[in-house]
């Protein structure tokens, strides 16, 4: 019996007042349940603020 583990990739990118872009980031996680993977971007993102 062999387990597959699945990957998803996360990101977002933060832009300021101005429409300027600040920063962003991009992640590759191994969650396969899609509510996990959204929770994980949304506190990826929050980290940054």
Do not use: D, H
């Not at 101005?18 to 349940?33: A, D, K, P, Q, Y």
């Amino acid at each position: 019996m062999s387990i597959s583990k699945q990957s998803a990739a996360v990101g977002g990118a933060l832009k300021g007042p101005s429409e300027r872009w600040l920063v962003g980031f991009e992640r590759v996680i191994s969650m396969t349940n899609i509510f996990q993977i959204e929770a994980r971007a949304i506190l990826e993102g929050l980290k940054l603020s």
